[in-house]
Nanobody
Framework: QVQVVESGGGLVQAGESLRLSCAAS????????MRWFRQAPGHARELLAT????????YYADSVKGRFTISGDNAKNTAYLQMNNLKTEDTGVYYC???????????WGQGTQVTVSS
C-alpha cells in the first residue's frame, strides 16, 4: 500500500558529504513525519533525525547535530538527509521511516548503505 524507497548511499572518505533521499508513494496521503535511522554493525537501530510536515519541526540526535540536515518536499512526499563532514562512525545502513496518521501507522524502506573510510 505504501512504498518507501531510500537512495543516495555509497562509499566516501571521512570529511566528505552525501545526500540521502527517501520517497514515499502509494497510499501515503496523510504523512505526519519522516525519520532517518541508522544501524551500524552490532548496534541497535538509532534515530538520527525527524521532520514533521506540519510546521517543519525537526529533531536531531546529538551524534549528528551540526553535521546532518533533514529537509522535505511535502508535495513530493520526499525527505532528504544532507550529511556533511562524515566520520567513520557514521558507517551503517540508513533507513527511512514514514509515519502516517488516520490511523497511526509506520512504514520502513529497505535501507541504503553508507560507508565512510578513513
Amino acid at each position: 500500500q505504501v512504498q518507501v524507497v531510500e537512495s543516495g548511499g555509497g562509499l566516501v572518505q571521512a570529511g566528505e558529504s552525501l545526500r540521502l533521499s527517501c520517497a514515499a508513494s502509494g497510499r501515503a496521503y496523510s504523512t505526519y513525519a519522516m525519520r532517518w535511522f541508522r544501524q551500524a554493525p552490532g548496534h541497535a537501530r538509532e534515530l538520527l533525525a525527524t521532520i514533521r510536515w506540519s510546521g517543519s519541526w525537526r529533531y536531531y540526535a546529538d551524534s549528528v547535530k551540526g553535521r546532518f540536515t533533514i529537509s522535505g518536499d511535502n508535495a513530493k512526499n520526499t525527505a532528504y538527509l544532507q550529511m556533511n563532514n562524515l566520520k567513520t562512525e557514521d558507517t551503517g545502513v540508513y533507513y527511512c521511516n514514514v509515519h502516517l496518521r488516520g490511523p497511526d501507522r509506520e512504514y520502513w524502506g529497505q535501507g541504503t548503505q553508507v560507508t565512510v573510510s578513513s
